[in-house]
């Protein structure tokens, strides 16, 4: 990956919560000078304050012409947010935003008409390399502007790009708070286990060490996750007890799924009138 223009002209990141820090502390692994990066954020987090001893700009002025300005702010905090940027509209800098719901247009009405934007919906596994981002970009982003967007997001994870911006409310309800949906798979399924007789920390280790495995299989193996599903699923044995329940039409993982993604996708079309 190559983190040049980056390096040469500059990174501001706007908001760096639980997001920035993830995508900051994969890009300073990947080669990201610490100094090339300006923060901005009225509640920095220990963590970031101990970077500015490696040179980077913590709330200073910002630089002229940065190579990519990375909006990661939540959504109801653009207002007071993005009169800070505007500055850097109109021009060569990338705007590149993961907010839920704000959308291309939004940013171009507070930037200017003529700012190339990206929008990107990564994810938390970001913070271990393993996230998982879509980005689409707007008529002014060119080749170059969506590979360095790209080359960023790749240093914590896979990328994909959408054809249209209409998809992102469906990525964000799937993979964006995805995460959620697996913790809390995890600790239903340890509490479970503490309710089959097991102890509570040896629960959460199975719990964790199989959903951990589970997804390295689905992402190594040739076979798809119907396949690998079989795999497991003795006839009349203990799996496919368990998937009589899961599997049910009308209460089990098809229905529930279904309902929860549903409810984050719309949440996402409604964040985008807010
Ligand atoms: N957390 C996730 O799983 C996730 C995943 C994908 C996208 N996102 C998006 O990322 C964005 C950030 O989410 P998060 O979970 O990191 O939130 P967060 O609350 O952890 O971080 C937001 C940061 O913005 C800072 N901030 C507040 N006002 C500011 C201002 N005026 N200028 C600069 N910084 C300001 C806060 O101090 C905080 O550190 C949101 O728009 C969210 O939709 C989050």
Not at 37 to 62: A, K, M, R, Y
Not at 93 to 110: E, H, K, R, Y
Request: aromatic share 2%.
């Amino acid at each position: 990956m190559t983190l040049s223009r980056v390096n040469e002209n500059g990174l501001v990141l706007l908001g760096c919560g639980k997001m920035g820090s993830a995508m900051l502390q994969g890009w300073l692994a990947q080669g990201l000078n610490a100094n090339s990066v300006t923060v901005i954020d009225p509640h920095p987090s220990q963590w970031v304050q101990g970077l500015v001893q490696q040179g980077l700009h913590l709330n200073e002025p910002l630089p002229t012409t940065p190579a990519i300005c990375i909006i990661a702010v939540k959504p109801q905090m653009m207002g007071d947010a993005l009169p800070a940027l505007r500055a850097l509209g109109n021009g060569t800098t990338v705007f590149l935003s993961i907010a839920a719901g704000t959308s291309i247009g939004a940013f171009a009405d507070a930037l200017g008409d003529q700012s190339p934007i990206i929008r990107a919906m990564p994810n938390t596994p970001a913070a271990v390399g393993q996230g998982i981002t879509a980005l689409i970009g707007n008529a002014h982003i060119n080749d170059a502007d969506m590979q360095m967007g790209e080359a960023l997001l790749s240093a914590v994870g896979q990328t994909v790009r959408l054809a249209s911006e209409d998809q992102m409310d469906a990525v964000t309800a799937v993979s964006g708070s995805g995460p959620a949906y697996v913790f809390h798979l995890i600790e239903t399924l340890a509490a479970a286990g503490v309710a089959q007789g097991l102890p509570k920390d040896m629960a959460l280790q199975l719990a964790k060490a199989t959903v951990a495995g589970a997804g390295a299989l689905a992402q190594a193996a040739d076979e798809d996750p119907t396949q690998l599903r079989i795999n497991v699923t003795s006839p009349n044995g203990t799996t496919a007890a368990a998937l009589e329940v899961l599997m049910n039409e009308t209460d089990g993982f098809p229905a529930l799924l279904n309902r929860a993604v549903t409810a984050a996708a719309d949440r996402s079309r409604e964040l985008g009138k807010e």
